[in-house]
């Protein structure tokens, strides 16, 4: 009989950690930069620097986005891409996802041009927000709000 009740008792331990240590270690699972709100994400990026909404900054997004699972968006920055005036970075943020930044593309003069181009994802409607770096340590920023629909229908 002592048997019976000690393998008992190992299977019931056995069960009970493998359903508690599994959810604690999630509840305690640090918050990465994947995890992080949208002015967390800004903060990240510019060091708590201000940004400027600038004219400089040109992005191209639909209004009405039929799946939000291929988004297209496009930026563009009037910048002449020299040695001494260029821009360094070009960041994407979608304000509503679980994942904020979609986007950190890096740049150098030898760009030419500072434009990108991608396919985002959207899970609902919401503003995307494009911050600009410069090599002058400047943000600018430009933003489009967004509608994701099923169908295309507003």
């Given at each position: 009989m002592q048997r019976r009740s000690f393998l008992r008792g190992i299977g019931i331990a056995a069960a009970v950690s493998?359903?508690?240590?599994?959810?604690?270690?999630?509840?305690?699972?640090?918050?990465?930069?994947?995890?992080?709100?949208?002015?967390?994400?800004?903060?990240?990026?510019?060091?708590?620097?201000k940004v400027t909404v600038s004219s400089k900054v040109h992005m191209r997004a639909p209004e009405i986005a039929e799946n939000g699972a291929v988004v297209p968006i496009t930026v563009t920055v009037d910048s002449p891409m020299t040695d001494s005036d260029y821009i360094r970075a070009i960041h994407i943020l979608a304000s509503k996802n679980g994942n904020v930044r979609c986007v950190d593309v890096m740049l150098t003069p030898a760009n030419g041009i500072a434009m990108f181009a991608a396919r985002i994802k959207l899970g609902t409607s919401q503003d995307v927000v494009a911050i600009v770096e410069t090599s002058k340590g400047e943000f600018l920023r430009a933003s489009q709000n967004v509608k994701v629909t099923i169908g295309g229908c507003g």
């Amino acid at each position: 009989m002592q048997r019976r009740s000690f393998l008992r008792g190992i299977g019931i331990a056995a069960a009970v950690s493998a359903v508690v240590t599994p959810t604690m270690v999630m509840a305690a699972a640090p918050k990465g930069p994947n995890n992080l709100g949208f002015d967390a994400a800004v903060n990240a990026i510019t060091g708590g620097k201000k940004v400027t909404v600038s004219s400089k900054v040109h992005m191209r997004a639909p209004e009405i986005a039929e799946n939000g699972a291929v988004v297209p968006i496009t930026v563009t920055v009037d910048s002449p891409m020299t040695d001494s005036d260029y821009i360094r970075a070009i960041h994407i943020l979608a304000s509503k996802n679980g994942n904020v930044r979609c986007v950190d593309v890096m740049l150098t003069p030898a760009n030419g041009i500072a434009m990108f181009a991608a396919r985002i994802k959207l899970g609902t409607s919401q503003d995307v927000v494009a911050i600009v770096e410069t090599s002058k340590g400047e943000f600018l920023r430009a933003s489009q709000n967004v509608k994701v629909t099923i169908g295309g229908c507003g």
